[in-house]
Structures are given as C-alpha cells and as structure tokens.
C-alpha cells in the first residue's frame, strides 16, 4: 500500500535487485582492475632492471663469473638424458650397419 502512494505522488522506485547486482559487480571488477593495474606500476616503476654482463651466449662462454648448468632431477635434466641416449642409440646404430 506505502509503494502504491509514493508511485502516485511521482516518487521514482528504487533500483530492483538486479541493477543492485550488476552496478555492485561492476565497482567490483574495476576495484579489482585498477588495484592489479596500480601494483603492477608501483612494483615496476620500484625495481632495478637487471644488467646482465653478457649479451651473447659466446660472451657468456667465454665469461668466468657465471657457471652453465641445471639442477639434477630437473626437467631439464631429463631433457638432456633423453636426448644424450637418443644420440647415443644412433651412433651405435650408425656404427654396427
């Protein structure tokens, strides 16, 4: 009854539940947008770029400051012996023919 009097005195209604939804879920996203945008600025702005001493891998081959290598155990490391025993296999069949 209260709803009917204000419609008639020209009171405009109050957002329904889902224009509350959809401008709620909008403030949201763009909270979210422009705090990773933000973060994002700030942490590159406050870090140093890293100078490495070598731009080639000839210069790093031939630098003694840095060493090559990888864990053990990693992918890497599988990588490699896979390959090593595929090139192996093939040597040895290379060999015997």
């Not at 209260?2 to 539940?17: E, I, Y």
């Not at 100078?51 to 060493?67: D, K, R, W």
């Not at 290598?69 to 599988?78: K, N, W």
Request: aromatic letters at 8%.
């Amino acid at each position: 009854m209260h709803s009917l009097f204000l419609s008639l005195a020209g009171v405009p209604d109050f957002p329904n539940g889902s224009t509350k939804q959809v401008l709620c879920a909008t403030w949201l996203t763009m909270t979210i947008v422009t705090a990773t945008y933000v973060g994002n600025l700030m942490a590159a702005l406050a870090t140093e770029k890293l100078v490495l001493p070598f731009h080639t891998l000839e210069e790093f081959a031939e630098q003694n400051i840095y060493v090559p290598g990888f864990t053990a155990g990693g992918l890497a490391d599988l990588v490699l012996k896979v390959h090593m025993r595929s090139v192996t296999s093939r040597q040895t069949e290379r060999s015997l023919r």
